[in-house]
């Protein structure tokens, strides 16, 4: 079996010193030898300048770096433009995503209404030439109707021709484990990478979790509100309990780890080191 890869995600600062401050975080990182950094995207036009803007500075160091590509409130030529102004510029990687739809538009605004529509867009007009990740939700997507059938929405995406998944982060790794075998008996060989969100601020994290449908196991969530006005402990805690998780699914045979960083390097490193990744 190969060797376990690693992987990171950034998303765009807001400012020249934020991508300056962002680029010291990223050489921290490169040490570690990732097959790849990404960069979140959002469809506006400020946000999708900052996106590529990123791209651009982050591929600099050498390291393949994957822009976030969505269709949702996009029109079929914006796309097209993108992916070309991608391969011309060298990038060889696309995680490629439904996005969410901004504020005050509908569905119906939009040439391409899912992942998988994306995706055949990007084989048509390139070919080969991109490695495209898409988006697996070991604990369903908030908005699919039933678990089954997004496990099908998935396999859509790789029969579309998308290389490799990489999950929304979650904690429990018994719902990998399943999702995994949900998808082996529908036939799907592709790697899906587990998304790993190391726990460094109590508030922050029941946030984006309660938003996104992540489960934080209830021992988790109490252990944290009761350790959260201590910031050393509720890092210690929150690295031991994502340690632990990433060794499990390792073990399970996970092809590798894909770190939400939140533009942050201690966290992230000393998960890695813990693994001897």
């Known amino acids: 079996m190969s060797k376990p890869t690693i992987s990171f995600e950034f998303f765009p600062p ?13 050489q921290k990182l490169q040490a570690k030898n990732p097959k790849f950094f990404s960069v979140t995207y959002g469809a506006g036009g400020s946000t999708r300048e900052r996106t590529w803007k990123t791209v651009e500075a982050v591929k600099a160091a050498g390291v393949d770096t994957a822009p976030h590509l969505s269709c949702v409130g ?10 070309n102004e991608y391969k011309a510029a060298g990038i060889k990687r696309i995680v490629t995503l439904r996005g969410d739809l901004p504020s005050g538009m509908g569905a119906d605004q939009s040439d391409l209404r899912y992942a998988d529509d994306l995706v055949k ?35 859509r995406k790789i029969d579309a021709g998308a290389d490799s998944g990489i999950t929304q982060y979650f904690y429990n790794a018994e719902s990998y484990a399943y999702y995994m075998n949900e998808l082996e008996k529908r036939g799907v060989t592709a790697p899906v990478y587990p998304g790993i969100m190391p726990v460094t601020n109590y508030t922050n994290l029941v946030r984006f979790s309660d938003a996104c449908g992540a489960d934080i196991p209830r021992w988790v969530r109490k252990k944290l509100e009761e350790l959260q006005n201590d910031d050393a402990s509720l890092k210690a805690f929150g690295e031991e309990v994502v340690t632990r998780l990433c060794e499990r699914l390792l073990a399970m045979g996970a092809p590798g780890l894909h770190f939400y960083t939140m533009n942050q390097a201690a966290a992230n490193l000393n998960v890695v080191e813990n693994l001897g990744l």
Not at 14 to 26: A, W
Not at 136 to 143: S, T
């Open 74 to 83: 996009q029109s079929r030529e914006e796309l097209t433009e993108l992916i």
């Open 121 to 155: 867009l990007i084989r048509d007009v390139s070919g080969d030439h991109f490695h495209l990740e898409v988006a697996a939700y070991p604990e369903m997507h908030p908005q699919a109707r039933s678990f089954s059938d997004d496990i099908d929405h998935f396999k």
């Open 14 to 26: 807001k400012t020249d010193e934020g991508l300056e401050k962002l680029l010291v975080v990223q």
